[in-house]
Nanobody
Framework: VQLQAFGGGSVQPGGSLRLSCAAS????????MSWYRQAPGKQRELVAT???????NYADSVKSRFTISRDNAKNTVYLQMNSLKPEDTAVYYC?????????????WGQGTQVTVSS
């Protein structure tokens, strides 16, 4: 199973970006999907999680600004980021718990850089 993330880039404060992450390979079902981020010199932190039934939870720092969603038919998770701040600058990683039909394993995407700067 591979997770491929897209959509990072550079944006001014107050701007928006949409990240996508598509899973491919031996997939029977994807359970929770999440976005994490890691800023330089800091630990990786959870940004948002969405269940298969689309129940979502967010870090306090991004509530009301970020929206996580998913398309189960496409095995894809999205992160709509609005009102971006310089402190949102980080490498963003997608994460998924994938059931192959035999076992559930955790997978990570390769990371995509988001830079918020004027």
């Amino acid at each position: 199973v591979q997770l491929q993330a897209f959509g990072g880039g550079s944006v001014q404060p107050g701007g928006s970006l949409r990240l996508s992450c598509a899973a491919s390979g031996r997939i029977f079902r994807i359970n929770d999907m999440s976005w994490y981020r890691q800023a330089p010199g800091k630990q990786r932190e959870l940004v948002a999680t969405i269940t298969r039934g689309s129940n979502a939870n967010y870090a306090d720092s991004v509530k009301s600004r970020f929206t996580i969603s998913r398309d189960n038919a496409k095995n894809t998770v999205y992160l709509q980021m609005n009102s971006l701040k310089p402190e949102d600058t980080a490498v963003y990683y997608c994460n998924a718990f994938v059931f192959s039909g035999f076992e559930t394993r955790e997978y990570w995407g390769q990371g995509t850089q988001v830079t918020v700067s004027s």
